[in-house]
């Protein structure tokens, strides 16, 4: 059995040992409708002791929308230097297929992630002239899953097409309840053996942006060493941010564990049973 990691109550012995935060929003700052009023206390303590705060999110928005998002919701101004997002990142992905057409599978509220691409949203059919799918998440994700797709995405497949997916989460929960993300889309389409093409969390491309704009808000490069991660994803936030050489807390929360699991040691050995890619600590909430 591995070794337990420890449940810890307070992030800021953590914070004495690091430079710079690279947070997941929702799960751990927001449930997609109410802000977690500690974890944003948290994070701008650790912005008043002259720590960095990168908001990291898989959402597929570009960062001036999740801002926009995280004002509506009520998520304080202070707890955080600037955003960056899967959204952000799929972009230049997206640029390669500049003056082609493209099928938009997400709903519309996403459009912003195409502002200023000169690529031409088209239909779904054989003859629309579709080069790629960019899924960035189901059309209405209140009440369907993937198995609502599955006709759809075995027709892109039969013609070929990759697809790039703007959010690698399957899921997320929202107000108390779970809703599927276009993961989940990306995981059945490969499962037919089609391509896709992801760059948010877990992937490389992600982090090495984040390092980026964390030397430009701090004005000299940080250590990866003396930076932590924290967010409730297990294989994207955790797996991601260890994969990029970055300590990481795991944050609890109802994607991974049932309403009657507690954080102790049995259910955190079955979320994390490889020592060799697990979080130095786990936490029931983001708390100062």
């Not at 908001?55 to 004002?71: E, F, T, Y």
Request: proline letters at 6%; a negative charge; aromatic letters at 6%.
């Amino acid at each position: 059995m591995p070794n337990s990691m420890p449940v810890i109550h307070s992030i800021a012995p953590l914070a004495a040992e690091t430079d710079a935060w690279l947070v997941d929003i929702w799960g751990v700052i927001h449930n997609g409708v109410t802000p977690f009023v500690g974890a944003g206390e948290a994070c701008a303590r650790f912005r008043e002791g002259g720590g960095a705060v990168l908001l990291l999110s898989n959402s597929p928005r570009p960062s001036a929308g999740v801002k926009a998002q995280l004002d509506q919701i009520g998520v304080r101004a202070d707890a955080y230097d600037a955003i960056l997002s899967s959204g952000d990142a799929t972009r230049e992905l997206i640029q390669a297929y500049s003056g082609q057409g493209i099928f938009h599978l997400g709903p519309s509220r996403d459009e912003p992630i195409f502002a200023g691409i000169d690529v031409e949203r088209v239909g779904a059919g054989s003859g629309d002239g579709a080069k790629v799918v960019v899924c960035t998440g189901l059309f209405d994700d209140t009440r369907e899953t993937p198995a609502d797709y599955a006709e759809m995405l075995e027709a892109f497949a039969a013609r070929g097409l990759p697809m790039i997916c703007a959010n690698p989460d399957i899921k997320v929960e929202r107000g108390g309840h779970i809703i599927y993300c276009a993961g989940a889309l990306a995981h059945a389409y490969s499962a037919l053996g089609s391509p896709v093409a992801l760059a948010g969390k877990p992937f490389k491309p992600i982090y090495d942006m984040a390092f980026k704009d964390l030397a430009e808000i701090r004005g000299r490069d940080l250590a990866r060493s003396r930076t932590l991660a924290i967010g409730d994803g297990v294989k994207t936030d955790i797996a991601g941010a260890i994969a990029a050489g970055v300590r990481a807390v795991y944050v609890a929360s109802r994607v991974h564990m049932g309403d009657d699991e507690a954080l102790e040691p049995a259910v955190l050995d079955t979320l994390f049973p490889d020592k060799s890619a697990r979080p130095i600590a786990a936490m029931a909430e983001l708390v100062w």
